[in-house]
Antibody, heavy 121, light 113 residues
Framework: EVQLLESGGGLVQPGGSLRLSCAASGFTFSSYAMGWARQAPGKGLEWVSTISGSGGNTYYADSVKGRFTISRDNSKNTLSLQMSSLRAEDTAVYHC??????????????WGQGTTVTVSS | DIVMTQSPDSLAVSLGERATINCKSSRSVLYDSNNKNYLAWYQQNPGHPPKLLIYWASTRESGVPDRFSGSGSGTDFTLTISSLQAEDVAVYYCQQYYSIPFTFGPGTKVDIK
């Protein structure tokens, strides 16, 4: 069974940093791109970032570019999102998702339950 | 950026009746070289992560009931639930994965009338 389990969320002050992780199982991790999407309280979905299966290509939403860094460790089947210079508007549930292609241009076919990030003083 | 819009914002349909959700992209998401529309539909129940229903605009994900169907091409797309069931109450999102950023529509809430 394909599973994604996020961790690392929490309460952080504005300007602070946080690192999210996503542990993947049940599929050949390196064969698929992976991504992050978020959902602010009571709002819709927002795509955040995607990384190709090899890790060689990364893509970001303008709202997080320069502040967030996506990475993956294919030896450990783990996806990460390093978030810095956090703002109140980054408050959301962050989902990791498997992308149905190696390059990144595909639907998000499996989603994790999500981890909550709250940016507040 | 490609802007995705959805209509209606919400709809209420009687059990067993048809529900239709529209999605429009500000630019075509049809890739000419492979004739594929880079468009997906997701279902999200409260407190749960999104679930992929349809990809390439009209291909049903494995395990998704056949009452869900997707259609359209270029800039105009439709998700149809042919016979609404109680478990279909949810918010439905379209998403384009044609170009970065991979934008989602604002969502359509489906309820029982």
């Amino acid at each position: 069974e394909v599973q994604l389990l996020e961790s690392g969320g929490g309460l952080v002050q504005p300007g602070g940093s946080l690192r999210l992780s996503c542990a993947a199982s049940g599929f050949t991790f390196s064969s698929y791109a992976m991504g992050w999407a978020r959902q602010a309280p009571g709002k819709g979905l927002e795509w955040v970032s995607t990384i190709s299966g090899s890790g060689g290509n990364t893509y970001y939403a303008d709202s997080v570019k320069g502040r967030f860094t996506i990475s993956r460790d294919n030896s450990k089947n783990t996806l990460s999102l390093q978030m810095s210079s956090l703002r109140a508007e980054d408050t959301a549930v962050y989902h990791c998702a498997k992308v149905a292609s190696p390059g990144g241009y595909g639907a998000m076919d499996v989603w994790g339950q999500g981890t909550t990030v709250t940016v507040s003083s | 950026d490609i802007v995705m819009t959805q209509s209606p914002d919400s709809l209420a349909v009687s059990l067993g009746e048809r529900a239709t959700i529209n999605c429009k992209s500000s630019r075509s998401v049809l890739y000419d070289s492979n004739n594929k529309n880079y468009l997906a539909w997701y279902q999200q129940n409260p407190g749960h992560p999104p679930k992929l229903l349809i990809y390439w605009a009209s291909t049903r994900e494995s395990g998704v009931p056949d009452r869900f169907s997707g259609s359209g091409s270029g800039t105009d797309f439709t998700l149809t639930i042919s016979s609404l069931q109680a478990e279909d109450v949810a918010v439905y999102y379209c998403q384009q994965y044609y170009s970065i950023p991979f934008t989602f529509g604002p969502g359509t809430k489906v309820d029982i009338k």
